[in-house]
């Protein structure tokens, strides 16, 4: 054990862009969580955002019956499934994306660093965002310029804003790419139609490649997704996968569907995929054609499961506004983004002046685990935090929902029968903020 | 489409390090073998390095009674699989591995990729070397010195060629990872015990880490690998995953096994894997459980598999070397690398004076596809390349095999059955060589 590295780390040689990382503020409420959950202690998992349904039942039995599926498939992906993938968007999305110009990866967040890492231009990240985009991006080492947006406008950045920091930018056509991620993770908002239009044409004046980040396009409430491709199909790159609206988040399967003319960077990050992830999983491939085939049993599950949802985030909002607590009503995913600045005068009086220090407070004394906005890139001393309205058993929510007519809304004894820690969850935050 | 982008690829904005890369010797000749097969030429498939065999049914039977599983795993690996895979190394290599010291990627390709990110440090390469070593190194743009081995010494590195190469480097103790991959792809070549303790004693005068990529390990066809982990415990980060020994490398599962100081190193590989691929998928990981779990099942497989695979390797040889190619016996896996430079001035005199155009002429002609010795970082002009012997139904060759005692050899008739396709093309490339 004369080696170096056995001594201690002072010397180890790793990756400036690399070091430290790890370290973010998911992992220190995810292991405050296992340390309470161990004392004994009651933990409303409503940090991690994994959908609660489970893999439709058609889909697992496609992957059992494709297990044998051994051999290494092509770079971009499955043949059957790309076309599958062209398909779902043609049909949900009303965008002609042809089979060729589709990309498959082991998630979609695989295939974002792989397009960072092979684009060479600047990320514009309009703030809150996702955890993984600007780590990405610092990994990588690329410039990352965020928009800020506001409680006001939804979390959204309006065309009017964007074009203004357009304007600060010295060099009109610096290569950039815009991530638009709706309805949102972390705040589930979404945009109108007719912002969607307006974005497009800036970013077609401006010469913008927009990643458009649709995982959840599939969980707005009323079956109204939208894309931006629709309006600057020769420019935005659909992001999607099973992670969220098939409940598949563990199979890791993401796409992205390029334009016509982008060619050049699909092949680029096929080439790096043949360098690193190869192909996806063969079977797991093979089921995820049935998937993206849709239809009326893939239908019916995501009725349910957008009624559910819905219905959760109707009950949700209603008792963190009743308890001051500033709070957008989502458009679609599983996702609250809470506002606690109405309180901030007694959470200050408490100790509590940032959002990490927020969510750890929250979690040792109520044992609700939610995520600070400082993980969303949101400045540390804003009182924001996301929620995930996923503590619920799925399965059973389903089952129980499949036995009530969709034209109806689901009753108020729903919540008790299957949902009852997600009620209990915001009545815990709401008593514990207005302490 | 007024955008730029979509004009030309004139104005494109790629990573300098990622331009270009893709067209490699590889892609080339599958190309040129579907043009030929379109035509209806007959192509003998020696390129691809894909087991032939079937994965063990059982499991596959694990996988389908997994099919239901959808969390996210953890990012270093479900836990039972990190202890199946600490088991598999502690048996198998009499290596004292503990589950928190393996991480679980989607192949051990892109966990070598994670390796070469984050640590900052040049590649050792023995050369002919597998091909996405240095192409990985090429992308994150680190150094990659490559260190010639000979056919003499049976494509091997031998302790007195490192010391030597060591030698020449000013500075003694930069950061270096040295990459040994036995039995070795594209050679079949392993290490002796003897050399594996000399080449330790080196590395760790030295402080290199060492990679060990023994992904064909369980293929040794005497089922005698040994790992250098075992005489070098403290550097050594054995890498292996179900492709090759279980015949599932469209499932993408990699293992690496770290020394037990080595957690910044592996923590910052998780870091990164927490950012890019997140974790294996979920169904894949249970039945790989199974897989590392072995038995008795499992040993039939592989002792089935090493006696079909050493059968074709020593009948294949022969045909070769009959037809003065020259070509060292492998000791495992299922790759043979042919030096046609006994037969340069015949080939010169026909206009072939590269490893590129060898391939493509004998595809041209024969049928048969190998890849060029280029690919695997030797000289263009060295005419040498390597064959897959693995173009057979490997499940018929199981079946047949499992007719047989295993402390019998295989009968001569045991080609006509199930393995005709490997001797025609041996006879193929013995006889076009020496037109």
Redesign the interface.
Known sequence: ??????KN?KH?????N??G??QSPTLAINELSKKLSAKGMTIYRMG?G?SPF??PNPV??S??MH???????NVKGLESLRQAVAHFHRQKDNVDIKPGNVLIG??S??LM?ILQ?????DLLLPTPSWV?YA??AK?IGRNIKSIPTTFENKWRITPKELTEFLKTENDQ?R?RLLILNYPSNPDGGTYSEDDLKKIANIA?KH?L?ILSDEIYGQLHFRGKHVSIARFYP??TIISSGLSKWC???????GTFAF?P??D??M??M???A???????????QF?AVRAFKGGILIERYLWHVRRILSFLADKSVRILRKANIRVQSPDGGFYLFLDFSPLSDKLNARGITNSTMLCENLLEETGVAILPGEAFLLPKEALVARLAFVNFDGAKALALSETIPLNEKLPEEFIDNCCFSVIKGMKLIADWANQ
């Open positions: 054990m004369d080696n170096r590295h056995a780390n180890i040689s790793l990756n400036l690399v070091r990382i790890g991690l994994q489970p893999v697992v039995e992957l059992k297990a044998h599926e051994k051999d290494y498939l082991p998630g967040k695989e660093f890492l092979v684009y060479y231009g993984s780590p990405q990994i056509f290569p077609r010469e490649i020769e420019g409940g598949a988040g563990g199979w890791r399967l334009p003319n982008f050049w960077l092949n680029a096929a080439a790096v043949s360098e690193t992830y190869t192909s996806v999983s063969a079977p797991i089921a």
